[in-house]
């Protein structure tokens, strides 16, 4: 029998197969119709349609903030993604889920009920910060603090781990999303050019940086003039970039200072030794390790798939569900 893995983020949901590894990773994203409430697309079609669409046609991402914004799209979501991760199978499966770590109650409840209705035999609910350090390859269950900062789509979530339980942890409404705000911000108030939330994360992935370099790349931009309200074209370069972005990156670093000054002084020897690891799609932003080694004095290395590493978690886990059993 198939156990599966999810990794229900803010921005993708990654799915893990027992046995097969990762099937599925699409962003978390539902085109609906906003009169009858039906759900018309989910996952990579309906990206396409953010931001492009007519009228009573909306794309939403419903776990925008970190928080279960809509329950009823969310669910329609899971159960989209679970039965294209599974297909038809006579055997119920088990499902861990991993979800953001300041859901509540209420938005837990819900997942799992979601989860339920899709046929699982059993769901289980993990922390995000601990999966993510197993993905990572740490080992989490000795008397030895581990730091994981998993910088998502809507949250930060920055912990310290031991004994295979969070000791410490923050999490922070600042993470991809902002990044991407700030650069729509800049380019309004700066450029005079309204750019939509997608090219926002190209220029991002492209040419942002948080951490100064020696070279300053270029980059063109295609956006609509902010007062002619024709299309326009501008030259944009990293510098100006990163002066966007800084600000915000900079609230994550406090963040985590915040975390190290409440953590136990042996922890903080283990993560001064070991050092931090850095998790989710956003420690993809160019200078994010330099600028956190930079301004806290401690070593910092990414992940190797930030992408994935909370999938992989999973299915690290589901080897040892029975643990989870009680
Ligand atoms: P979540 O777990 O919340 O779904 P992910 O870990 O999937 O989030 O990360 C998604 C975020 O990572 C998005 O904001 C995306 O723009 C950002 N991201 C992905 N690749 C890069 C990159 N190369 N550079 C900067 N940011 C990136
Ligand atoms: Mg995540």
């Not at 781990?161 to 700030?182: C, H, K, P, Q, Y």
């Amino acid at each position: 029998m198939k156990d599966i893995g999810i990794d229900l983020g803010t921005a993708n949901v990654v799915i893990y197969v027992k046995g097969s590894g990762i099937v599925l990773n699409e962003p978390s994203v539902v085109a609906i119709d906003s009169d009858t409430k039906k759900v018309l697309a989910v996952g990579n079609e309906a990206n396409e349609m953010l931001g492009r669409t007519p009228g009573k046609i909306k794309a939403i991402r419903p776990m925008k903030d970190g928080v279960i914004a809509d329950f009823d799209v969310t669910g329609a979501m899971l159960n989209h993604f679970i039965k294209k991760a599974i297909g038809k199978r006579i055997m119920k499966p088990r499902i861990l889920i991993c979800c953001p770590s300041n859901i509540t109650q209420v938005e837990k409840t819900a997942i799992m009920e979601a989860a339920i209705s899709t046929g699982a035999r059993k769901v289980f609910l993990e922390e995000e910060p601990k999966v993510a350090a197993v993905g990572a390859g740490l080992d989490i269950s000795k008397p030895s603090g581990n730091m994981v900062i998993d910088i998502g789509g809507g949250t930060t979530d920055i912990a310290v781990l031991s004994l295979g339980g969070i000791v410490t942890s923050e999490s922070i409404r600042i993470a991809g999303n902002t990044f991407d705000s700030d650069i729509i911000k800049y380019m309004k108030d700066k450029h005079k050019i309204i750019v939509g939330e997608r090219s926002a994360e190209e220029i991002k992935k492209e040419i942002g940086s948080v951490y100064r370099k020696d070279k300053n790349e270029k980059m063109e931009v295609k956006g609509r003039d902010a007062v002619t309200g024709l299309p326009r074209t501008v030259t944009i370069n990293q510098e100006e970039i990163e002066g966007a972005l800084k600000e915000d990156a900079l609230k994550i670093v406090r963040a985590t200072k915040t975390v190290l000054e409440k953590t136990p002084p042996e922890l903080s020897a283990d993560i001064m030794d070991k050092g931090i690891i850095l998790t989710g799609g956003g420690s993809l932003l160019e200078g994010f390790p330099q600028l956190l080694k930079e301004e806290l004095e401690v070593p910092v290395f990414v992940a190797d798939s930030p992408l994935t590493c909370v999938a992989e978690g999973t299915g690290v886990l589901l080897e040892h569900l029975e643990l989870l059993e009680n």
